[in-house]
């Protein structure tokens, strides 16, 4: 029994480096997908981005503001169409937003079930109730931030990152903040890029098991590796910004251009959103 313990935990080490490998990995994949979908030709790929940007903010105060669960139902069936139009899998769309919710959301609102007052809906073992008031705060809630999610998802994967932080200028959000997103977002990927190719070097230099302080050890190396490299690449990336030229002012290589389309398109989906906050108050 000591030998199979002592295997099993041997492989549990070593499955620490497999599992990072493959969520770096996994990560760089559903971002080359996303930029792949962005440039699929449908609906809201060929809008112009404030007019997503606007339709999507429009569209998101409706959620908030809403307090009837048909109109949000009626508004997430509303993102799907979008989507169908736009062509996003409505499967890969589901998964990237019920695979993480009840993760996050589904933790917060669960005590809300047994702590709402309300008349009773079920009585479970030790003394808990289910209250009826209490199920209607938790569908709001799960059915708010899976229509809001899936709107933001719906705009972020028909198009691209800088285009969005461009676009978000019309609403006067300040340049450096703009800024900082932009370049957080470009090195994220990077890093992550970086990690994978460290430990795939790392996992080629590999004979037997490492033990669990050389595992650590390993570890510790890489993060600090990467750590340094972040430091100097955002030294090196500033300089190099500098002698091109850059002075604190985003400034696009596609100009934005309005058509009868995109104005069209803007009327009726902010219409849609006015005509929802007002049959859902």
Do not use: C
């Amino acid at each position: 029994m000591n030998a199979n313990a002592s295997t099993a935990h041997s492989h549990k080490r070593h499955g620490v480096l497999e599992h990072t490998l493959h969520g770096i990995t996994e990560a760089l994949e559903r971002s080359f997908f996303a930029e792949e979908i962005s440039t699929r030709k449908g609906l809201f790929q060929s809008l112009d981005a404030r007019v997503k940007v606007i339709s999507v903010l429009g569209l998101l105060i409706s959620i908030s503001l809403s307090r009837s669960l048909l109109i949000i139902a009626l508004i997430y069936l509303l993102v799907f169409f979008l989507a169908w139009l736009s062509a996003i899998p409505a499967d890969f769309l589901i998964k990237r937003v019920w695979l993480t919710l009840p993760f996050f959301t589904g933790l917060i609102v669960l005590p809300a079930l047994f702590m709402t007052p309300g008349p009773a809906l079920m009585h479970l073992p030790l003394g808990l109730v289910i209250t009826r008031t209490g199920v209607v705060t938790v569908l709001f809630l799960l059915l708010r931030v899976s229509t809001s999610v899936s709107l933001t998802l719906l705009l972020i994967l028909t198009t691209p990152w800088n285009t969005v932080l461009s676009a978000l200028s019309v609403l006067h959000v300040p340049d450096v903040f703009l800024l900082i997103l932009g370049m957080t977002y470009r090195y994220i990927y990077l890093l992550l890029h970086t990690a994978n190719d460290m430990f795939l070097s790392r996992k080629s230099r590999m004979v037997g098991r490492l033990s669990t302080s050389e595992n650590q050890k390993m570890l510790a190396s890489i993060s600090g590796t990467l750590l340094s490299k972040s430091i100097n690449m955002s030294s090196e990336v500033y300089l190099a910004m500098q002698s091109r030229g850059f002075h604190g002012s985003i400034v696009t290589l596609k100009p934005f251009h309005m058509r009868a389309r995109d104005w069209a398109w803007l009327i009726v989906l902010l219409g849609m959103a006015g005509l929802a906050a007002f049959l859902g108050r």
